[in-house]
């Protein structure tokens, strides 16, 4: 799945899904278009945005910028350009800033950036059809950079081997740090969507920047499930970016990733609801009836029937070998919590009716007599 898009003609039905959203700015707009699809979403804001109009740090960037010409400027973010201008129009500089910009080429990452320059009364000059900093760097590379100053417009990250390689070509590169994400300030949520994830109760993640994913990561990391997390993602939880920028942490430790044709919510959300149901399902015909199992519903004939997880967990246990008997201790070691040895046989018979009662037919789910249960496949 790793660089698979998909296309934007989907099914809109996200119906006995779970995903959880990482984004903090717009995660309410993003929530609400899972579910209106019909997911149920799991809000975990994994970062918060810290802009830099006091910072230092941005002024002393902004000042080396206007101490000569500048040849090019490579603008990543649209909010980190709008940004940069609003903290320089309150140092009485933006009149300065607007003159070395408008004398240098302007490489705009993507539309959004290439939005808030023109709305700026600017013009651009190359924005990449990936929207990618790596077609722009070799965009740049491409060219004789000796002696040339280039202003490189960071997005929340360090942009380190960007700019190294453009500094080896023989750039003098000017680093315009607009703002930096943090770990947003309760990482409750974040910590257990990681939990979710790595125990499969969410079908999938949705990530929304680089820096969200970094920061699952991190925090995965300190309760020592990182690769327990790259594990789930590799397997049955799908990794849903945004983009390829969004994606490369991911893409860089092999992980596979969902990403839509174009970087646009609305987009994520058309992939999600394409990719779920096509490949999120098992489909299994019991007791003449079908079911499409899906991550806290199943599908029978047709009629959606929500599930509690101890009921779910047995039913997925029983589909993952359609027609085979499972015995109960094994039955056992799938429901939540793990119950007690001495409380596990009645935990795993109150689970089974519990689940024949939301299935709703009789005659899907048949108990072998000593030795188990089984789906009534034939």
């Not at 020592?224 to 799908?238: D, H, I, P, R, T």
């Not at 999600?272 to 399902?281: M, T």
């Not at 967990?313 to 799938?334: N, S, T, W």
């Not at 935990?347 to 899907?364: K, Y």
Request: proline share 7%.
């Amino acid at each position: 799945m790793t660089g698979r898009t998909v296309p934007e003609t989907a099914p809109d039905s996200l119906a006995g899904f779970t995903v959880g959203v990482t984004a903090t700015r717009r995660r309410e707009e993003f929530g609400a278009l899972l579910q209106r699809r019909g997911a149920r979403v799991v809000s975990a804001p994994a970062i918060r945005l810290v802009p830099l109009e006091q910072d230092g740090d941005l002024l002393d960037a902004t000042r080396l910028a206007l101490a000569a010409p500048i040849d090019d400027v490579v603008i990543t973010t649209g909010v980190g350009f709008r940004g940069w201008m609003a903290a320089a129009e309150g140092w009485g500089l933006s009149g300065e800033l607007a003159e070395r910009l408008t004398g240098a080429r302007l490489l705009t990452r993507g539309p959004k950036a290439r939005g808030a320059v023109r709305a700026a009364g600017l013009s651009d000059h190359w924005t990449p059809a990936t929207e990618s900093c790596d077609e722009v760097k070799e965009y740049l590379l491409a060219q004789d950079l000796g002696g040339r100053r280039i202003a490189v417009q960071l997005h929340g990250e360090p942009l380190a081997g960007f700019v190294a390689d453009l500094r080896r070509a023989g750039a003098e590169v000017i680093e315009v740090p607009v703002y930096r994400w943090l770990p947003y300030r309760d990482t409750s949520p974040l910590r257990r969507l990681v939990n979710q994830a790595v125990t499969g109760a969410v079908d999938a993640v949705a990530f929304t920047s680089a820096p969200a994913v970094l920061a699952m990561l991190r925090e995965a990391r300190a309760r020592g499930q990182e690769e327990a997390l790259l594990g789930a993602f590799s397997g049955g939880v799908v990794a849903a970016c945004v983009g390829p920028v969004t994606a490369h942490p991911l893409v860089e430790r092999g992980v596979p990733t969902l990403q839509p044709e174009r970087s646009r919510l609305g987009a994520l959300a058309r992939a999600l609801a394409r990719h779920l149901p096509e490949f999120g399902v098992a489909r299994v015909t019991a007791g003449g009836h079908r079911l499409e199992i899906r991550g806290h519903a199943v599908v029978v004939d047709g009629e959606l029937r929500p599930l509690p997880p101890a009921p779910m967990a047995v039913l997925k246990r029983l589909a993952d070998k359609p027609g085979h008997v499972v015995a109960r201790a094994e039955l056992r070691l799938v429901l939540p919590g793990s119950p007690a040895r001495e409380s596990a046989e009645h935990a795993v018979e109150m689970a089974v009716t519990r689940l024949r009662r939301a299935l709703g037919p009789p005659g899907i789910v048949e108990t072998v007599v000593k030795r188990g249960y089984r789906l009534a496949v034939r």
